[in-house]
């Protein structure tokens, strides 16, 4: 899908951010629509759904949380989240709530505009991608987290994983992470014996 065919969404209480992100992305020949606040992007949202979603975390109002779960599963867009150093915890409880990264501040133009570009890329990828077979547990798991786990039963390492699915190697740790918890594993070599096991059986 070409650039000008995907539209993005930006809700940044910041004037300033806010015009960086539209000028930076417009230059790519995304669309792009603007919010002040969270409320103004959940409308939007009522009559469309754009291609990628960045939220600040802090707004007034509904906060960048709030935002991402009022969307729910109702979205399928990626949705990253920008925060200061100080909210890298806050970013990783979103990730946890189904966000796809985060970009912390302050931020160049070429980094926005290239994770945003791997996050849509890897989308279209996932959507013909095998999926990991049936295996104990996997109805624990988020679409998003069978993803991770199907890039790691297969041996990537958390760079390799980050750049086919479009997010950073911090975020694969986080998803790593949970997914060991949800499916009891000890380590990632136990990990890929439980989803092998199913399929040896």
Do not use: W
């Not at 189904?98 to 302050?106: C, L, Q, R, S």
């Amino acid at each position: 899908m070409a650039a000008q065919d995907e539209e993005i969404f930006i809700a940044d209480d910041d004037p300033a951010v806010r015009d960086a992100l539209c000028v930076v992305l417009e230059l790519e020949g995304y669309r792009v629509s603007a919010f002040p606040d969270g409320l103004g992007l959940l409308n939007a949202t009522r009559s469309r759904m754009p291609s990628c979603i960045i939220l600040d975390v802090h707004m007034p109002g509904r906060s960048g949380i709030d935002v991402l779960n009022e969307l729910g599963m109702r979205c399928q867009a990626p949705i990253f989240m920008i925060s200061g150093q100080g909210d890298i915890p806050m970013a990783v409880e979103a990730i946890k709530r189904g966000a796809h990264d985060f970009i912390e501040k302050p931020f160049d133009a070429d980094t926005v505009v290239s994770r945003v570009r791997n996050a849509l890329d890897a989308k279209a990828r996932a959507a013909s991608a095998p999926a990991v077979s049936s295996f104990p547990g996997e109805d624990a798991l988020t679409p998003r987290e069978r993803e991770v786990l199907e890039r790691i039963a297969m041996g990537a390492s958390n760079k390799e994983a980050g750049r086919q699915l479009g997010i950073s190697p911090r975020t694969i740790e986080v998803h790593r992470a949970r997914i060991m918890e949800k499916l009891g594993a000890k380590n990632t070599a136990d990990l890929v014996r439980m989803v092998y096991a199913e399929r040896r059986a």
